[in-house]
């Protein structure tokens, strides 16, 4: 039994690589929204100190004129990367659970008798580097915890070959001594804090830790960790993804807001977005929040506020959400401030194969018909060709991406040339 | 104030006033309870600002009258606690409340009575009388569909109308309604109605618990009071509409299915271990001589069970949430009960077989 994780090198940045091959070598950061933030870096930018979250202002000159690439985040494009990528891996190997934009966990059972674990992770590596310009490095263990060790060990002694298999209790053991307690997967902060103090300070200190001790002391989720860095599988690859609890969409502004007007058509886009993803996670809301807020750094003003819709039917459709936003945007809009974020949520969630209808709906009757917004999804599906009347369509541009690279793969009028 | 009392006298008033002290208020003095001594008589009244309840017991004797208020918690446990067959005197001292029994001696502290928060009742009430079985009866058999912190507050309640002998109690949370009808013992003129509170319904089931004897109600525009030999409860109403009720009972043609109560409960049962924790949603598809009751999970687990029918209809396929209809059968004592179905997207109608006075209604699930 082997779990195999395939994780991006620098993801974002490999992204930007792609279509610009000049790039090989250099160092490149990618910011946040609104350029504020460094998200992403290269190896390249590590090995220059670049520290991850740092406000990009303050490394800007140096950074530059040491000859460091900035991108502005592109989501659209390193979203649809991260989809080729997990298409590819999804097609070679049946059970893949995409774990985050740049990971995903496979099921290597079986491979060991084939063609031998390693051999299987080069072949992987090499077809996701030539079909999509991606590097990646395969970490394989006996259990999702250890694939992640292995990950982290490729990337710690800078394996060549970007596969590395712990399958030997002496391998296993040597990567353990060398991983640092708050480098193991589930290991946050202040758990790592209270590690140390328990003077656990490596994974195999940790490994050597009596399971029932830990859940008494800790929770069950590190006696999971425990047994799962001993080699016990606890963890499965969840290849049907959990359904969602809440979507959420929110923006800082670049440049803020006053008017109510453009306030509302910039949550509208918001509303829009959510509810797309809504449907395409075939779930339904009952419930719709929205919040806007002054930037909370701002010792001049400060206003913050939250407001909820609960519908009597669970929805997918854009319009009733639009609706409710109509109702309770302007009853938590305060003239006079300047707002710097803005977002919506949408919570109360159901699956689409059960609605429980309401006794009392005088006014809307929930239909189990959305074939609108089915088809305005279709239309929409490649490039927004349908809008809603009230949304931002690029009037106003709350956001700042000056240093954005073309979306190579996903708007046609941005194909690379070649000359 | 001082007064002596028995243990089985004072623990048996203040325990039928905690339910309407709040565990966590506001001002200090609702968790207190209002003792009145007077001559012959102890008065306890206990207020969460929304309702308020006021019982009597009768002291062994009484040495000086006055009144205070104490910790409704710590004075009933103190006393529930002391040896059976105790006499207890209580007194004031100073700012305390003393209470002795035995070699056992207590100081409570206590607030001025006159800051004790009393109920304005509207003399405007018409005054009704009703067996207190019955309506135990009326409440015990709806109170489960009431809403519970529904954003429509007017469903968080027990709806009551009365016109001339007849009385009638509905509750619904808006997926599920259930309806209830019985006589008074004097009748009223006209019709009055109004929303009892969630919390209020369960403090009158409570004091009702063991009375069979005939109690006294008075519903105002906003209050309801009860009244039994010895405690008389007040509550706030809801304000608000309550919904057109008579319009969400299904009528037009229907077809029914006879079932065995206790058989459908304990298949439900069964099959539902394997239903979605989330919508607990089971389906029924109905036939002229087999109904299958079936279930499944997202983890793709799934179970079914059949059982012989008595059914007139279409065949049908219906999915209800099966708490919902738990909830309707675990209420209802008759053998056989008749479900009244009229499509899989309608509301159906449930009630005893032999008790036309008892309906519930459920929504479905829409598959």
């Known amino acids: 039994m082997s779990i195999a994780l395939v994780d991006c090198d620098s993801f974002y940045a490999s992204c930007e690589r792609v279509f610009r091959p000049d790039l090989k070598g250099r160092p490149i950061v990618v910011l946040s929204n609104n350029d504020g933030c460094v998200i992403a870096r290269s190896s390249e930018a590590k090995a220059m100190g670049v520290k991850m979250g740092v406000p990009w202002f303050k490394i800007k000159d140096r950074y530059i004129r040491k000859g460091g690439i900035v991108f502005s985040s592109n989501f659209a494009f390193y979203g649809d990367m991260s989809r080729r990528v997990m298409n590819i891996l999804n097609s070679i190997s049946p059970k893949t659970e995409v774990y985050s934009i740049d990971e995903a966990f496979l099921d290597f059972s079986g491979t060991e008798k084939n063609i031998g674990c390693f051999d299987f992770g080069l072949h992987l590596k090499n077809t996701v580097g030539r079909w999509t310009g991606i590097p990646v490095r395969i970490g394989i263990g006996p259990t999702k915890t250890l694939a992640k060790i292995a990950s982290y060990q490729i990337k710690k002694r800078d394996i060549q070959s970007r ?199 005088e006014n809307h009757t929930y239909k189990m018909d959305s074939r609108l917004m089915q088809v305005i999804d279709e239309l929409n599906l490649n490039q927004k060709q349908i809008y809603i009347a009230s949304q931002n369509i690029g009037r106003f541009k709350p956001i700042q991406r000056n240093m954005i690279s073309p979306r190579y793969t996903t708007r046609w009028g941005d194909l690379p040339t070649v000359k | 104030m001082k007064f002596t009392v028995s243990k089985t006298e004072i623990v048996k008033a203040l325990s039928s006033t905690l339910g309407v002290v709040e565990k966590r208020q506001a001002l200090p003095i609702l968790s207190n309870v209002l003792l009145k001594v007077e001559d012959n ?270 059914y007139d209809g279409e065949d049908m396929e219906i999915a209800f949430n099966v708490n919902y209809i738990q909830e309707v059968l675990s209420n209802i004592d008759s053998n056989d009960c008749n479900i009244n179905l009229y499509g899989s997207d309608k509301s159906c109608l449930i009630s005893p077989s032999d008790d036309p006075d008892l309906k519930y209604v459920v929504m479905p699930l829409l598959i």
């Open chain 1, 163 to 361: 596969v590395l298999v712990l399958d030997s209790q002496r391998d296993i053991s040597e990567a353990l001594k060398s991983t640092p307690v708050g480098e193991i997967w589930g290991v946050g902060r202040r758990l790592n804090r209270k590690l140390s103090m328990a003077g656990i300070r490596n994974a195999l200190q940790l490994s050597y830790a009596p399971p029932q001790d830990i859940r008494k002391r800790f929770s069950i989720v590190l006696e999971r960790t425990v047994r799962e860095l001993n080699g016990e599988k606890c963890l499965d690859i969840e290849d049907v993804s959990p359904t969602k609890k809440q979507i959420v969409v929110s923006r800082s502004f670049a440049k803020k807001i006053t008017n109510l007007e453009v306030l509302n058509t910039v949550v509208n886009d918001y509303v829009v977005r959510a509810a797309e993803k809504l449907r395409s996670e075939k779930q339904k809301s009952s419930r719709i929040s929205v919040f806007i807020r002054t930037n909370p750094f701002d010792t001049n003003e400060s206003y913050r506020a939250i407001k909820s819709y609960s519908f009597t039917y669970p929805t997918d459709d854009s319009r009733d959400f639009l609706y409710a936003v109509r109702k309770i945007l302007p009853k938590i809009y305060r003239p006079n401030y300047r707002y710097s974020k803005a977002g919506i949520m949408l919570s109360s969630f159901s699956d689409i194969g059960y609605v429980q209808n309401s006794l009392f709906n």
């Open chain 2, 41 to 310: 008589n102890i008065s306890i009244t206990a207020t969460d600002l929304e309702s308020e309840v006021q019982t009597t017991c009768t002291p062994a004797s009484v040495e000086s009258t006055g009144s205070t208020t104490a910790p409704a918690k710590k004075l009933n446990e103190l006393c529930r606690l002391l040896p059976d067959g105790s006499e207890i005197s209580i007194f004031l001292n100073g700012d305390k409340l003393s209470v002795e029994s035995g070699s056992g001696k207590y100081s409570i502290s206590t607030l001025p009575s006159e800051d004790f928060p009393v109920f304005d009742v509207v003399s405007e009430n018409t005054e009704f009388t009703i067996l207190g079985s019955v309506l135990r009866n009326l409440i015990s058999k709806t109170s489960f569909a009431m809403g519970n912190q529904d954003w429509r507050h007017y469903l968080n309640g027990m709806y009551l109308n009365i016109e001339d002998k007849n009385i009638t109690v509905v509750t619904t949370d808006a997926h599920r309604l259930a309806i209830s009808t019985n006589s008074t013992t004097k009748s009223v003129s006209g019709e009055i109605s109004g929303i009892i509170p969630r919390k209020s319904i369960n403090e009158i089931g409570k004091l009702l618990s063991d009375s069979s004897e005939e109690v006294t109600l008075s519903l105002g525009s906003n209050t309801i009071m009860l009244k039994t030999d010895s405690t008389s409860f007040v509550s706030k109403l809801i304000e608000g509409k309550f919904p057109n009720y008579e319009q969400v009972l299904p009528s037009g043609e229907s077809s029914v299915l006879s079932v065995n109560t206790k058989q459908l409960s304990e298949i439900l049962s069964r099959v539902s271990v394997l239903s979605s924790d989330k919508f607990k949603g089971i389906k029924l598809n109905i036939k002229s001589n087999e109904v299958l009751v079936s279930a499944n999970n997202p983890e793709q687990e799934e179970g079914e069970e059949r059982f012989k029918s008595n």
